[in-house]
């Protein structure tokens, strides 16, 4: 059974940071490409980072380039989100995914609320 556990969400003040993990289990870890989404209330779920599974090849919505980073550890089966110069407009609850070719799996988010 796959199972992707988010953690580190929180509330924090605008200008802050913080670091979410996500720790995934039952799967080949290192085949998968790596993600993180977020849903904000009321919107629609959005890409926010990727990094690749093959070349570690990283990707950023242009929302958070230059404010978030993405790693991935292969031989902890983690990969996590550093979230820096936070924004109110970050509010969301963010989704850790797991993806290969057509299969695509989902933590269950963690909150994140910057405050101004």
């Known amino acids: 059974q796959v199972q992707l556990v988010e953690s580190g969400g929180g509330l924090v003040q605008a200008g802050g940071s913080l670091r979410l993990s996500c720790a995934a289990s039952g799967l080949t870890f290192r085949r998968y490409n790596m993600g993180w989404f977020r849903q904000a209330p009321g919107k629609e779920r959005e890409f926010v980072a990727a990094i690749g599974s093959k070349d570690g090849e990283i990707m950023y919505a242009d929302s958070v380039k230059g404010r978030f980073t993405i790693s991935r550890d292969n031989a902890e089966n983690t990969v996590s989100l550093q979230m820096s110069s936070l924004k109110p407009e970050d509010t969301a609850v963010y989704y850790c995914?797991?993806?290969?070719?057509?299969?695509?799996?989902w933590g269950q988010g963690t909150q994140v609320t910057v405050s101004s």
């Open positions: 995914t797991a993806r290969l070719d057509e299969v695509h799996y």
